[in-house]
């Protein structure tokens, strides 16, 4: 009988998959997650493997770094990206998902595995009790880490600071693009022989001086409130 014990500290991303593919290879896994007794402010669902975006998977194309990671992922079996196969919505040679079904399809997997035993729990830190007496324990907190992990994981690193970058996109209302100027394309072009007039993005056309116009309204418009993390 394999008695090997596996801590996880995340129940995001990395943090499913990971517990997952333990959990089949036959050893025995504690996920701990804060939610739902605690949320970043970036959370809003109680589902484990939750997106902030529904593009967040970027491209799917081989001849990419991150599509050939999928392409290899899907090779070895990933429960991650057959979820995200199952899940997914037109974005070209993008993989974007329906973000709700995605973490309700992952979290169902976690419940269904008898090896894994998900814990309520935030881990504060690597010396944190809770993660006593396992044979080894794997941090996938990701960026929405807690400040104290953050400050933890920076203290075992030698860092002051742990860094993590994003951007965000800016939403513009469908009836306020003139469809005699706008048109419906791929992100990259014509795909797969896809003939013109189609495609899963709105292209918007402009002029230097058009281009000017609109980085201005952007900079004018209401503005989503900065968060401090």
């Not at 990419?64 to 995200?84: I, N, Q, Y």
């Not at 037109?90 to 992952?106: I, Q, T, W, Y």
């Not at 100027?181 to 795909?191: D, K, L, M, P």
Request: charged share 25%; glycine share 6%.
């Amino acid at each position: 009988m394999n008695m090997t014990s596996i801590a996880v500290v995340g129940g995001g991303l990395a943090g499913c998959e990971c517990a997952l593919r333990l959990a089949r290879a036959g050893l025995d896994v504690t996920l701990f997650e804060q939610k739902p007794g605690f949320r970043s402010p970036a959370h809003v669902s109680d589902c484990l493997a939750e997106l902030v975006c529904s593009n967040s998977l970027r491209s799917d194309e081989s001849a990419s770094g991150v599509g050939l990671l999928k392409a290899e992922m899907r090779a070895l079996d990933s429960d991650f990206m057959s979820a995200a196969d199952a899940c997914r919505v037109p974005a070209g040679k993008a993989l974007a998902v329906d973000r709700e079904a995605f973490a309700r399809a992952m979290t169902a997997r976690v419940a269904a595995q008898p090896r894994i035993r998900l814990v309520e729990r935030r881990i504060s830190a690597l010396d944190d009790p809770a993660l006593d007496g396992a044979d080894s324990v794997v941090i996938a907190a990701g960026p929405l880490a807690s400040e104290e992990l953050s400050a933890s994981l920076a203290e075992a690193l030698g860092t002051e600071h742990c860094y993590f970058y994003d951007a965000i996109a800016p939403i513009v209302w469908t009836h306020s693009l003139d469809m005699n100027v706008v048109f419906r394309a791929s992100r990259y072009g014509c795909e797969n022989g896809e003939p013109a007039g189609q495609g899963d993005y709105l292209n918007c056309p402009m002029n230097r001086e058009e281009y000017e116009t609109f980085y201005q309204a952007l900079l004018d418009a209401r503005k989503v409130e900065a968060r401090a993390f």
